[in-house]
């Protein structure tokens, strides 16, 4: 086994995307690709030459075996997938859109995924890793799931180990609100990093300004709070260090999913290639800005020499 730089786990599934902009029951036509938060940012840190670990139950089926190969070409190690034939691996369906955020259906309830449980840590996989990063999403799946969260955040803690968390809110997965809210926050004060949107973080603390909710987390343990902040790019405070940092300019908004998982991307492998807090949070904000212009949920993720060039060209524009 080799020596991974990040660990993750979640739940990959199949992604059907509409070709034509029409409602999700009139469209004839759909391409198929991989989706998934965690996925998403494991790809995006392969990309950017990192060597990635992911973690998840899949189907023993075909949708199962597209994620694998999808996964492999992305040079994601996969050690730690195991497979399943009690159960499904996940689906979803998505609606292509001119503007605003797509109509998205989830076929995800009992999936393989869904059946995580504190039995399937691996504590010698994960060891290998120098950053555990994880969602809030496997934590609405199922309480194994959260279980088996909270025992990875808490092992890879204990091992000295760095860990970011991005709560990716998804109400229509949870129990109810105040569950979630809970949870997530649970999960949240284990993190080293954390990562939420502006508007997360008002239904997580009931806060309105950056500021406040990043004293929130950081009362209760956390090191780092960076908070996005969408167009206007993001916020963020670490030890006595604070300060916004502008987004970029995007020439046009194609789609908007997997903007946060580009973010995570861009703030982590910044701050494992030794920059400074700043200069990940500019990375962060070019990777999502990247996603957005870019129709799937992360045909945006870019490789580094991609990734340099497009925060150069856009430092140009913005000096000249």
């Excluded at 990875?152 to 609100?177: C, H, V």
């Excluded at 500019?282 to 957005?292: D, F, H, M």
């Amino acid at each position: 086994m080799k020596n991974l730089d990040v660990i993750t786990f979640g739940e990959p599934m199949a992604m059907f995307y509409a070709n034509e902009v029409k409602p999700l029951h009139l469209v004839k036509s759909f391409s198929r690709a991989l989706a998934g938060a965690e996925s998403n940012v494991a790809c995006g840190l392969a990309r950017l030459d990192l060597h990635v670990g992911y973690m998840t139950k899949l189907g023993n089926d075909s949708f199962g075996k597209f994620i694998m190969e999808e996964l492999y070409k992305e040079k994601v190690d996969t050690m730690g997938i195991r497979f399943t034939s009690e159960k499904a691996t996940g689906m979803l369906i998505k609606s292509k859109v001119v503007e605003g955020d797509p109509e998205v259906e989830y076929f995800r309830k009992n999936s393989a995924a869904s059946t995580l449980n504190v039995d399937d840590l691996s504590e010698e996989y994960f060891g290998q890793a120098k950053h555990l990063h994880v969602t809030g999403i496997p934590s609405a799946l199922s309480s194994g799931c959260h279980e088996f969260s909270l025992a990875a955040m808490r092992y890879m803690k204990q091992e000295g180990k760095t860990i970011s968390f991005d709560p990716n809110l998804r109400l229509k997965l949870w129990k109810d609100k105040q569950t979630m809210i809970k949870e997530i926050n649970q999960l949240a004060c284990l993190a080293d990093l954390f990562l939420p949107g502006m508007s997360e973080a008002e239904i997580l603390t009931g806060l309105s300004t950056p500021e406040e909710v990043a004293d929130f987390y950081i009362s209760k343990g956390v090191k780092t709070v960076i908070i996005k902040l969408g167009a206007k790019g993001a916020y963020f405070k670490k030890d006595s260090e604070e300060g916004y940092i502008n987004g970029f300019a995007v020439e046009e908004v194609v789609d908007t999913v997997g903007a946060g998982d580009g973010f995570a991307v861009g703030v982590i492998s910044g701050l494992l290639d030794g920059k400074t807090i700043q200069e990940a949070v500019i990375r962060g904000n070019a990777i999502g800005a990247l996603q957005v212009m870019s129709p799937g949920d992360m045909d945006g993720m870019p490789t580094r020499s991609k990734l340099d060039e497009f925060i150069e060209k856009q430092h140009k524009v913005h000096n000249s």
